[in-house]
């Protein structure tokens, strides 16, 4: 079995590079104008090292280990050189030989990850985590050794939108974001005072060809925003009954992309303050009619009393 990090790092590598990872984010927006924003990144380091891409090269010494058992000719023979060649071709077809891989696939995780050289940092560096706090991130990290389950958590929280409001602002990339890059900017303002966005989450590294590839077949993507108000507009897939959560779902591209706009709270405020100043008023108008009345009705009573009066 190949022995060292090295090997598990250039797969964890390629990994990110083609994007095979579980993707979570939330961003809320409450009434008060104050923002919070979560991500979370899965990494199942069994699935990646059992696909099929990447079990050659971490398992190959078992693999040969394995067929030159099975493969007893003399290994000068074309006998022997066909039976190994079909051997590494096929092998791992019946339920025996899945079983023997799945434990040594589980041997060398075990042995990488409890390597005295190895380091976390391997999977997700310092540099990584230093860009992300130095934009106001918490970066938490944990490894579950024993399910192989590498997990990253990544979360800030706004005391208001407007700070992470810019003028004109076209696209956010949230894959950049998340990478410690950008400025966090999420939202741009509308000519009516509206928030708009448009995120999009593109997969964009040039060694990777996405073409005639169902990306999610080994990458997920999940987005959901929950919002103060009723979107104005939005291309969710899936929109709650009230429309202020937004859900959407990965598609087949190697692009996402996410929009949706809604009420600023300043104009929700100034619309109820509005509808509170009126019906006041209303109040106002109606109690003024009503003491005219009874003054008016008053003066009509004493009068007539005084009329009584003088006839006796």
């Excluded at 924003?37 to 280990?65: A, C, I, P, T």
């Excluded at 009503?290 to 009705?297: F, N, P, S, W, Y």
Aim: net charge negative; with cysteine.
């Amino acid at each position: 079995m190949v022995k060292g990090l090295k090997v598990l790092v250039l797969v964890v590598s390629v990994f990110l590079i083609a994007g095979c990872m579980d993707y979570n984010i939330n961003m809320s927006i409450h009434d008060d104008k104050s923002v919070d924003v979560n991500m979370s990144m899965k990494m199942d380091l069994y699935e990646l090292v059992s696909s099929e891409s990447m079990r050659g090269m971490v398992l190959n010494e078992f693999y040969q280990e394995v067929c030159d058992a099975n493969c007893s000719y003399d290994e000068s023979s074309s006998e022997y050189s066909t039976c190994v060649y079909d051997c590494l071709e096929n092998y791992g077809t019946t339920e025996e030989e899945k079983s023997r891989i799945d434990e040594a696939i589980k041997d060398y995780l075990d042995e990488q990850l409890n390597s005295s050289e190895f380091n976390e940092d391997e999977l997700f560096s310092d540099e990584d985590r230093q860009q992300l706090e130095d934009m106001g991130y918490i970066v938490e990290t944990d490894l579950d050794k024993e399910n192989y389950i590498y997990l990253v958590h990544i979360s800030q929280h706004f005391n208001n939108i407007d700070d992470i409001t810019g003028d004109n602002l076209s696209e956010v990339n949230l894959e950049e974001v998340f990478n410690g890059e950008g400025n966090n900017l999420f939202f741009s303002r509308t000519d009516d005072g509206n928030y708009q966005a448009n995120y999009v989450w593109e997969m964009s590294d040039e060694d990777v060809n996405y073409e005639d590839v169902d990306i999610s077949e080994f990458l997920t993507v999940s987005y959901e925003i929950s919002l103060p108000y009723a979107s104005i507009s939005n291309n969710a897939t899936t929109v709650s009954e009230d429309g202020r959560t937004l859900i959407w779902d990965l598609i087949n591209s190697d692009t996402i992309h996410y929009e949706f706009s809604f009420d600023s709270p300043e104009n929700t405020t100034d619309s109820s303050d509005t509808s509170t100043s009126n019906s006041n008023d209303n109040i106002l108008k109606i109690v003024s009619i009503c003491l005219i009345a009874g003054g008016v009705i008053g003066l009509i009573i004493v009068f007539i009393i005084l009329l009584k009066n003088r006839k006796k």
